[in-house]
């Protein structure tokens, strides 16, 4: 029995022509013959026009070549070159052209797709050797009817031959020729390239992240329902994990103070995390020009500026001496300037990251509000504390606090590697999508930019995923990190600029980063992070800013609760042989 493609007769296909002899091929040839039914393909001109088509049978015998067969169904007629066929409802429809035309047309074309697809080319002189066309009229008695110089008859399958199929492509094809020969990697190749069988993974990378983002938007914004809850409430602390919401919820709350006619100050510690809510309030018509946004150093420069309060030359400070300068000199600073600009005050002011801020800081703050009473939101997450402990501990807050206990940046598999650094008896639930299993790759000391040139390669290159949904972390600065600016890994260019342009990647220290997010993060040099307790925060932020795909390049260090608990098992094992 003749192997026949597709398995099944197709229900959706109209031709009952062709039906019946895709019955009669399977039923009467024998094993050597391969069938492919509905070879179709789409040819690009020079011009870019498309150019489609289809042959309704492919025949293939190991000696006796290829057949290009061309069916048409019905009662066939032939007026002055113009072809007709009847069908049985009594309907008659002209052809577009002969059919015998058609079938060299159709084997022509098949040949240049073959020639030029790598598959197939090498066994292009065995395809061609022995390959003929033949047209095939299954509700017709061609006879001795005269067909003029369209075709020979002996090239043509009617109703006489359907119960004696292999007789006929006898006579068409030729007997067997022994001296030729289609090997069976030639028709392998055939086959594999005319009736293909695949499975395509179930979901690229791009359209799984597209999904994705939609989810998390969607349960963000959920978390507004808190402004409700807190709509009376004018001095709140907000806590929350990373990925909670809560810089949304932050830029939500101005949002809302903007309309209510309220001058308000929107203040966080990092810059780059100031400059990007500040795009945003920009886009936005209800707060472009109306949210007065910056990071605390920048602040304390605008209003020292303003009132003339001169502020020390910070490139001349000893490296030593700069801590000392930003914690406790520039508050001060800061305190000369407000006293000297009276009327610079606001209705609210919202603080983010603020973990990252030292208690005093705050009190400065408190005196840019319009009054004891006016609106003062604090947002914060312990476990960020990149720049140490002794940051705000809220210990002297005596207004309510609220916590945000849902991660909702983060798939589920990214949050189950971010909580191994989380530090607390109560870790947050992860409400986003299941997402993707972290890749955590090994690498060779040397060969670390090799290998981000490769996850690059993989990510833009295979995945289609776009340069912007990609963000490079490393716990080092530039001056000590592999990766330097303009390094070009492949087709794409590393920058360290806070905007990659085209064909660039961005890298960042993760302090810097910290308060963003991306879609795709690629953590690099992660055994190189800051030893102690900082080091477990560092990973805390860069594993969590990734909200669809993690790529650890490097091994992770291990959290410290977890060597803690390594430590107290070797103790109780060694008293135990003590005993």
């Known amino acids: 029995m003749a192997k026949v493609y597709p398995e099944h007769w197709p229900e959706t296909a109209p031709s009952q022509a062709e039906r019946l002899l895709y019955e009669q091929f399977r039923a009467q040839l024998p094993d050597e013959y391969i069938i492919i039914h509905g070879v179709s393909w789409v040819q690009h001109d020079s011009r870019y ?16 070549g290829l057949l290009i067969l061309e069916v048409k169904g019905g009662q066939i007629s032939c007026q002055f070159g113009r072809w007709f066929s009847r069908d049985r409802g009594g309907l008659e429809h002209q052809l577009k052209e002969s059919p015998f035309d058609q079938a060299t047309r159709h084997k022509h074309a098949l040949f240049k797709k073959l020639v030029a697809i790598a598959a197939t080319s090498p066994y292009a002189t065995q395809y061609q050797a022995h390959a003929r066309i033949a047209v095939a009229f299954p509700d017709t008695l061609v006879g001795a009817t005269n067909l003029g110089l369209f075709a020979e008859a002996t090239n043509i399958i009617d109703s006489r ?6 007789a006929a492509l006898s006579r068409i094809m030729g007997h067997e020729d022994k001296g030729y020969s289609l090997t069976s990697a030639a028709i392998k190749a055939l086959v594999d390239t005319l009736a293909p069988s695949f499975t395509l993974p179930a979901v690229g990378l791009a359209a799984e992240i597209l999904g994705e983002q939609a989810s998390i938007r969607q349960l963000t914004e959920q978390q507004f329902h808190t402004l409700h809850m807190l709509r009376q ?27 209510e006619g309220a001058r308000v100050l929107f203040v966080c510690y990092n810059r780059p995390l100031a400059d990007y809510v500040n795009e945003r309030f920009a886009a936005d018509p209800d707060t472009n020009g109306k949210v007065k946004t910056a ?3 920048m602040l304390v420069r605008d ?35 407000i006293a000297a600009l009276p009327d610079v005050r606001f209705d609210a002011i919202i603080v983010d990251e603020g973990q990252d801020f030292l208690d005093f800081w705050l009190d400065t703050l408190k005196r840019l509000l319009v009054g004891t009473t006016s609106v003062f939101y604090i947002c914060f997450d312990s476990n960020q504390r990149i720049y140490g402990d002794n940051r705000a501990t809220l210990s002297q807050w ?24 989380y530090q607390g008896d109560d870790p947050p639930e992860a409400g986003g999508p299941d997402g993707r299993a972290p890749l955590i790759v090994p690498v060779a000391v040397g060969s670390e930019k090799e290998m981000l040139r490769r996850t690059l390669n993989e990510l833009v290159n295979t995945q289609g995923l776009p340069l912007s949904d990609i963000v490079v972390l490393t716990p080092l600065g530039e001056a000590r990190s592999v990766c330097k600016e303009g390094d070009k890994l492949g087709s794409i260019v590393l920058t360290w600029k806070r905007k990659a342009g085209a064909g660039q990647v961005r890298i960042s220290t993760i302090a810097k980063f910290k308060g963003l997010e991306a879609p795709i993060v690629i953590l690099i040099e992660p055994d190189k992070a800051h030893e102690g307790a900082v080091r477990d925060y560092l ?11 993690l790529i650890v390049l490097g091994e992770l260090p291990k959290p410290q609760k977890e060597a803690a608990a390594v430590g107290a098992e070797a103790i109780m094992e060694g008293m135990g042989d003590e005993q």
């Open 295 to 297: 990071h605390y150093a």
């Open 49 to 64: 026009h498309d150019q489609d088509g289809e042959i309704d049978f492919l025949l293939i015998h190991p000696h006796r």
């Open 161 to 166: 031959d359907l119960n004696n199929l292999e």
């Open 398 to 421: 005596d207004g309510p606090r609220f916590s945000l206990d849902l991660n909702c940046r983060n798939t589920k598999k990214i949050n189950t590697l971010v909580m191994r650094y």
């Open 303 to 337: 209003l020292c500026h303003q009132a003339k309060v001169k502020l020390p030359n910070e490139n001349k400070i000893a490296a030593g001496q700069l801590q000392q300068y930003y914690d406790i000199e520039m508050p001060a600073f800061m305190e000369q300037a």
């Open 539 to 549: 990973m805390y932020v860069a594993l969590s800013r990734a909200t669809s795909q």
């Open 233 to 259: 409430v004018p001095q709140a602390a907000i806590g929350g994990c990373a990925g909670s919401g809560k810089t949304m919820l932050a830029m939500e709350k101005a949002r809302r103070l903007v309309r």
